[in-house]
């Protein structure tokens, strides 16, 4: 059986690892899900200093492309996240 996401966080930061390969810390991992900031650039932020020890290792285009996934998973009405059912 398959991994089965808790909140949209957790089905967010599973895509990230899963799909493209940005794995955070587990101890990173929980506290974002535990308590996930509520600001979209706050969450981009948070995820790539776990993920890269600093907010201002991506480049523009990658920065870009992450906000776009964290948009959907946790901030569109109509996103993958509403849709999902799960809660934030």
Do not use: N, Q
Request: glycine share 6%; with cysteine; aromatic share 6%.
């Amino acid at each position: 059986m398959g991994y089965r996401p808790i909140s949209r966080m957790d089905a967010l930061l599973e895509e990230l690892c899963t799909r493209h390969g940005w794995c955070l810390r587990e101890d990173d991992r929980d506290a974002l899900v535990a308590d996930p900031p509520r600001e979209r650039e706050a969450v981009v932020d948070s995820i790539v200093r776990a993920e890269f020890g600093d907010s201002a290792a991506l480049d523009k285009d990658t920065r870009a492309w992450l906000t776009a996934v964290v948009e959907d998973w946790l901030f569109h009405p109509h996103g993958r996240g509403a849709r999902s059912g799960l809660s934030r």
